[in-house]
């Protein structure tokens, strides 16, 4: 049995953490959030020590590392919010843990060689969540790809729509210099996905960019894919949304719809499991996708020209 410590514990994604440490058979000590909204700990680990202040968690983690080598932290999942991730991950380093860091791993790609700096000192590891990698689907796509013609490239659509209230603006989420902008907040999964199913990025444009919706196009090794990503629930087809969805994800690779839309829960489950058996994915995994959301970032928006996404039409009539 392992020993973890969360940090983030009232944040949306921090329960899938919980479930998975749970259901891997292993033990939360201690959990960590500004935001003492928490009563979600109980339903797994009601024994756990529980702070709201960092400075209180980082001298339990200590004491127990000193202290008491069976309750000593082996693990710190990360479920903060993305600027702060760079940090805790340095923290669960320096304390004598492994690291797990929910996406994106951070918000630069030169912040990951200072992570790598920080692995050798401390000879701990960090891995993170990229479940899609692990989607039934995903790996079917993948292995469709690799047994294709080596010249062909898939023409593939990308549309993601999570609808999100006016709170959302007014959170971290609506701060680029914390969330990264909406690419990196709701997009960098599918990114990684992208480069992972279809190879290394030759290409990547910005057709349009605002708080709440981005959309551009990507060329891969085996790829070209215009991508739509939108908070903005009016960005639904309004046949979806007529019947009550807020939420519209599609994926088509050439004639081919793939379905995901299940067993996301699941993943995060499924990725403990890999990590515990030595199969996480590290921070070199990680690098392609946090360039390229740090790219969309930092780009020129270039209008309605070349490969755009359709949905793009009615939002620059």
Partial sequence: ??????????????????????????????????????????????????????????????????????????????????????????????????????????????????????????????????????HPAIIELKQKVAQADSQHKFDVELTYITSRGNWY??????????????????????????????????????????????????????ARVSWFLSVDVNHIPEQVRSQGQRTYRAIRAGDQEIEFSGGFTDLHTVSYQEILAGRGFGLEENRVAIETVSTIRDAKPLGLVGNYHPFLRNIEK
């Fill in 169 to 222: 603006l007014n959170s971290w989420k609506g701060d680029e210099t914390k969330s990264g902008g909406i690419a990196t907040n709701i997009g960098v999964h599918f990114y990684d996905m992208l480069h992972f199913v279809f190879g290394a990025l030759q290409q990547n444009q910005v057709h349009y960019h605002s708080p709440t919706c981005a959309s551009g196009y990507l060329e891969y090794e085996k």
């Fill in 1 to 134: 049995m392992k020993n973890f410590a969360l940090i983030g514990a009232a944040g949306y994604i921090a329960p899938r953490h919980m479930k998975a440490i749970r259901d891997t058979q292993n033990n939360l000590v201690a959990a960590l959030d500004k935001n003492d909204s928490v009563g979600i700990i109980d339903s797994y680990f009601p024994e756990a020590s529980f702070f709201t202040e960092f400075e209180r968690f980082d001298r339990h983690v200590d004491k127990l590392r000193r202290a008491n080598h069976a309750q000593k932290v082996d693990y710190v999942s990360i479920c903060s919010p993305n600027y702060l991730h760079d940090s805790h991950m340095r923290f669960a380093l320096r304390s004598g843990a492994d690291a797990i860091c929910e996406k994106p791993l951070v918000l630069n790609p030169w912040n990951i060689d200072g992570l790598m700096d920080i692995e050798k000192d401390t000879g701990k590891q960090i891995n993170t969540i990229l479940q899609l990698r692990l």
